[in-house]
């Protein structure tokens, strides 16, 4: 089956941990998105991917990095800059990232701050 | 600004209650709407996408439709298990980024 795979389900940071979360798509998409999930808050985006070994920031990219090695990977690394990490985190691709196209999401990551 | 508002924030119904969910938006240059749907820690799952004013999408008990200004998500008929959060989302052309609305959480009671 196609589609968008995240882990871990839930991850625990401690004060001043890097953390990094994995996303794999099977879908053949070029396109690759990381999203930021807050109670009462539309979803943010993160970072985004059209190519690989290329990523744009985007909104709320502080505290963040990313790396597009593969085009089926696209992990987040939440570092310890990012003051208020505890959040659901969604990664999302479409097929080629033109304007338009729908994104499909992976199940999310809950990071939690121990 | 691009901006996206959604109502009512929560909406609870009786199995078989139709109604409609609302999503109003101000962007430059929609090139899509996006529904999705999302159940209590999950990743949004795609419903519809509109492109432009008059278009209408249906898929069981829902239909999505489009003006200039805003898009109705009808449900008719609903059933407990259509209960979740409905996220709206629109893309403009200068930005190409998708702008969330905050969802509708709708509850269907049996």
């Known amino acids: 089956d196609g589609g968008i795979t995240q882990s871990p389900k839930y991850l625990f940071r401690k004060e001043g941990q890097n953390v990094t979360l994995s996303c794999e798509q099977n879908?053949?998409?070029?396109?690759m998105y990381w999203y930021r999930q807050d109670p009462g808050q539309g979803l943010r985006l993160i970072y985004y991917s059209q190519i690989v070994n290329d990523f744009q920031k985007g909104d709320i990219a502080e505290g963040y990095s990313v790396s597009r090695e593969k085009k089926e990977s696209f992990p987040l690394t939440v570092t310890s800059a990012q003051k208020n990490p505890t959040a659901f985190y969604l990664c999302?691709?479409?097929?080629?990232?033109?304007?338009?196209?729908?994104?499909?999401f992976g199940p999310g990551t809950r990071l939690l701050v121990l | 600004e691009d901006q996206v508002t959604q109502s009512p924030e929560a909406l609870r119904l009786q199995e078989g209650e139709s109604s409609s969910l609302n999503c109003s938006y101000t962007?430059?240059?929609?090139?899509?709407l996006f529904w999705y749907r999302q159940d209590p820690g999950k990743g949004p799952e795609f419903l519809f996408t509109?492109?432009?004013a008059g278009e209408e999408k249906e898929k069981e008990r829902l239909k999505a439709t489009l003006t200039k200004k805003e898009s109705f998500l009808h449900i008719t008929a609903p059933k407990p298990e259509d209960s979740a959060t409905y996220l709206c989302?629109?893309?403009?052309?200068?930005?190409?980024?998708?702008?969330f609305g905050q969802g509708t959480t709708l509850q269907v009671k049996p």
């Open positions: 962007v430059s240059g929609l090139r899509g």
């Open positions: 989302a629109v893309q403009a052309s200068n930005t190409g980024k998708l702008i």
């Open positions: 999302a691709s479409s097929s080629s990232g033109r304007v338009g196209e729908t994104q499909y």
């Open positions: 509109l492109y432009s």
């Open positions: 879908l053949n998409h070029d396109a």
